[in-house]
């Protein structure tokens, strides 16, 4: 059986996506996938991302992280996005490099794999789901196979239930959050494993 080959893209202003992401790269390995942990590139301008120490200090934290390619994108089979909601849809960021990806959806270099997210916003009602539904409805453009979690763990009946994927008010992890996107990362990599053979 082939090993699945998981990317695993966010971008984080101030840290929460940067959490998601690392919990799910850790169970992602775990369930027995190759995984590549990239970020998306901050577009913000320097200025603006200066001007804020939170927002300063969280990208020299990524440094070390390398921001996501169009190779990448060839390379796997599956994809688990997390990015911030901004005004009830995600990041700029996230879209800047969806829109550089036209030659890899023409050659259909994106289709067939698998395709997961979650998201963060200030407040609980913060357009986590409109977030969410619309990386899905790009993904679909893609012709990728959408993996969510649906209610097929009690862990959703714990954390704050969305079946589109895990989300949350930005802040603290708990238990129950990481629980949660280590289940969505498991199902996103069983479920790829079933596709790659």
């Known amino acids: 059986m082939s090993t699945p080959k998981i990317l695993i893209l966010f971008y984080s202003t101030y840290g929460t996506n940067h959490t998601v992401a690392q919990t799910a790269a850790e169970a992602a390995k775990e ?3 190759d995984v590549r942990l990239r970020r998306f590139a901050e577009t913000a301008p320097k200025e603006v991302v200066e001007g804020q120490d939170a927002w300063k200090a969280q990208l020299e ?3 070390d992280i390398p921001e996501v ?3 990448d994108m060839e390379w796997a ?3 688990f996005v997390s990015a911030p909601t901004r005004f009830g849809v995600v990041a700029s960021q996230v879209r800047v490099f969806f ?3 036209g030659a890899l959806w023409q050659k259909g270099a994106l289709a067939n794999k698998t395709f997961t997210a979650t998201t963060s916003s200030n407040t609980p009602n913060g357009g ?4 969410l ?3 899905y409805t790009t993904a679909m453009h893609w012709g990728t196979i959408i993996v969510a979690p649906g209610y097929t763990d009690g862990v959703k009946f714990e954390d704050n239930g969305n079946p589109y994927g895990f989300s949350k008010a930005a802040g603290e992890f ?4 990481r629980r949660s996107i280590s289940f969505q990362a498991r199902r996103l990599v069983e479920i790829t494993a079933k596709l790659v053979g």
């Open 31 to 33: 369930a027995g996938a």
């Open 61 to 63: 934290k990524m440094q």
């Open 69 to 71: 390619s169009p190779d």
């Open 77 to 79: 089979d599956g994809y």
């Open 99 to 101: 829109d550089t990806l």
């Open 128 to 131: 986590q789901e409109m977030t």
């Open 133 to 135: 539904q619309s990386l």
């Open 174 to 177: 708990e238990d129950v959050h």
